[in-house]
């Protein structure tokens, strides 16, 4: 089990895609962090809670569609045939399943703690204590709802994967109800200024 484990792991993770994305979201993560969260959100202080979570909240979108296009490599139609030899393995399908998402999640845990290394040596690990919070509330349900919607969806149509990667992206556009603000990011940016 764990050397199917180290084998998709390394499928994932050693690839021109995994190390081009987590040079993007280093970049860009890092000029948030300069040109906004060091201006602080909603007149916040710049270390302060709400800042930091705005912070992960414009970094989630590539965190997200760095989860999707990982299950692209189990989902694709190509991995849809050796599938065929896969279920006539000894282990039961259902295991394989779900060392294949462990090794997803892997990966897009790596790209959080990327961000959050960042995020930390900006922050000087300065109060780290009072952030671990709003990490834990904003990219643990995001990376799971991302994994277990995106193995539905890349089950049924392989293709629909790289449209629910927009997923983001229409959420900050749309005008979405205030009970989804930690979603969108507007959490971060409107509850400060009603206090």
């Known amino acids: 089990m764990s050397k199917i484990f180290r084998y998709e792991c390394r499928r994932l993770l050693w690839n021109k895609f995994f190390i081009g994305l987590a040079v993007v979201l280093l970049l860009y993560g890092a000029l948030v962090l300069h040109a906004v969260t060091i201006l602080g959100v909603s007149h916040t202080a710049p270390f302060s809670p709400w800042s930091f979570g705005d912070y992960l909240s414009r970094v989630l979108p590539f965190i997200w569609i760095g989860t999707l296009f990982f299950l692209t490599f189990f989902t694709s139609a190509k991995a849809q045939r050796v599938a065929v030899l896969t279920d006539a393995a000894q282990m039961p399908p259902r295991r394989y399943v779900q060392v294949r998402c462990a090794a997803v999640l892997a990966g897009a845990g790596l790209l959080a703690v990327a961000c959050l290394m960042e995020a930390a040596l900006f922050?000087?690990?300065?109060?780290?204590?009072?952030?671990?919070?709003?990490?834990?509330?904003?990219?643990?349900?995001?990376?799971?709802?991302?994994?277990?919607?995106?193995?539905?969806?890349?089950?049924?149509?392989?293709?629909?994967?790289?449209?629910?990667?927009?997923?983001?992206f229409v959420c900050k556009a749309l005008p979405l109800p205030e009970s989804l603000g930690i979603w969108t990011g507007n959490l971060f940016t409107e509850y400060p200024l009603l206090q």
């Not at 671990?132 to 089950?155: E, K, T, Y």
């Not at 293709?159 to 983001?168: E, G, T």
């Open 123 to 168: 922050y000087g690990w300065y109060a780290w204590g009072e952030l671990l919070f709003p990490a834990l509330v904003i990219l643990v349900p995001a990376l799971i709802f991302s994994l277990g919607s995106g193995w539905l969806i890349g089950g049924s149509r392989p293709w629909l994967i790289y449209i629910w990667m927009l997923l983001p």
